[in-house]
């Protein structure tokens, strides 16, 4: 995610005008229109939701095998009503998801779903790709391969689980430097620039011979490890990566053994593949609920059947306040974007969330298909509602 901008009066501001303007923002088309190509980066507004929920039919994949059982949730006998103003316009669950395009949004509370909707084609048994929220799932993993012992300590070189970054930028970078995106190593975020490195790490997807961990290795530092946030998609790849030459198995099976089938996840999920490495840093795609089943079994402190499958304190380390963003008051943790309060998100570029209050026990899960891969105003349009739903509960 970009995090060049504030939260500011502007931001109040951006969601008046969106909520006063009678013509709603431009809206995409629905998942059974054609598929699209090209960078996905770049595609048409029109077939994001097609694309967005048939992933595996695009790209090579790996399936994360779902268990015998499958995890329940209870179900609220009455929808809860979501109501609020934005500068004097009535705005509820509808409005939102019709402003910011959202395809599937899902509320739960203390394990039972309060609401769950859908939109332009979208439904319960199918697919959505995560984007970044992938990441959170990637820095889990870490907390589970420290607990299995795979990786000694969150304070090991990165280079000792990829020795292709030996010489580079990376020496000196720790796993918690990386988990924390302050690697210091230089990397160009910018989804809108063709030029940018999250844009031309496309090309090396692509390329059967691609070397990602050349890619990153001929980087070079900025700052010193540790020491300032920025965001860099390409080492949560590179964490990806790290996982699965610590443990000896593909990320996709690591996540199926520790989480997916013993938690009761109700449906395989699949990961986005480059030569075969799951990437870590973005294209996981499950259903609706299994994103919101992730978020109660983050919340759990990674409980299954009794005992966690996360080192002590994992959780409220993971998602404390480790390093300012510049994005307002939000800091971030490991791989999750940290509030103040104590809650936190995992978040994906076109507007997908995973929100967490814990002293609520709160989750609301909202799959996107927005104009833009990252503004300011959409973001504004989100935390309105999460303000509403926040006040709907108590």
């Known amino acids: 995610m970009r995090i060049f901008m504030k939260r500011t009066a502007l931001a109040a501001l951006a969601i008046a005008i969106m909520a006063a303007t009678p013509s709603a923002p431009p809206s995409p088309g629905w998942v059974d229109g054609p598929l699209p190509e090209g960078n996905i980066l770049f595609w048409p507004l029109a077939q994001r939701p097609a694309g967005f929920s048939h992933m595996e ?4 994949t790996a399936i994360v095998r779902r268990g015998d059982q499958v995890k329940s949730f209870a179900v609220a006998p009455t929808e809860l009503k979501v109501r609020y103003t934005v500068a004097g316009h009535p705005m509820n669950s509808d409005a939102f998801m019709a402003a910011n395009n959202v395809a599937g949004l899902l509320i739960i509370r203390d394990g039972t779903i309060l ?6 084609g979208f439904g319960p048994t199918m697919r959505w790709t995560s984007f970044s929220t992938a990441k959170s799932v990637t820095s889990t993993l870490v907390g589970a391969a420290i607990q299995d012992g795979y990786i000694k300590s969150i304070d090991d070189p990165v280079s000792r689980y990829i020795p292709g970054l030996t010489g580079s930028a990376y020496d000196g970078v720790s796993i918690r430097h990386m988990m924390m995106m302050s690697s210091g190593v ?3 975020e910018d989804y809108e620039d063709p030029a940018a490195d999250a844009s031309k790490m496309k090309a090396v997807y692509d390329d059967p011979k691609g070397d990602m961990v050349a890619y990153m290795a001929a980087l070079p530092r900025v700052t010193e490890p540790g020491t300032k946030f920025h965001y860099n998609t390409g080492d949560s790849n590179m964490l990806g990566l790290l996982v699965a030459n610590a443990t000896g198995r593909p990320m996709a099976q690591y996540l199926s053994e520790k989480i997916w089938a013993p938690y009761g996840m109700e449906a395989d999920a699949a990961w986005v593949t480059v030569q075969g490495q799951a990437l870590g840093g973005s294209s996981l795609s499950m259903r609706l609920r299994d994103f919101g089943r992730f978020g109660q ?7 299954i059947n009794g005992r966690s499958i996360l080192p002590d304190g994992w959780r409220d380390q993971a998602t404390g306040h480790l390093l300012p963003t510049g994005w307002g008051d939000v800091g971030y943790g490991y791989q999750w974007w940290a509030n103040r309060d104590g809650s936190y998100r995992a978040l994906g570029i076109f507007g997908q969330m995973i929100f967490t209050d814990p002293k609520t026990r709160l989750i609301v899960v909202a799959l ?4 833009r891969a990252d503004a300011q105003e959409t973001y504004a349009v989100e935390d309105a509602y999460l303000a509403a739903v926040r006040k709907a509960i108590q």
């Open 57 to 60: 039919d695009i790209y090579p």
């Open 186 to 188: 230089k990397w160009d």
């Open 115 to 120: 609401l769950e909707r859908y939109r332009f």
């Open 368 to 371: 996107s298909a927005w104009p």
């Open 297 to 303: 079994f983050f919340l759990d402190n990674g409980v």
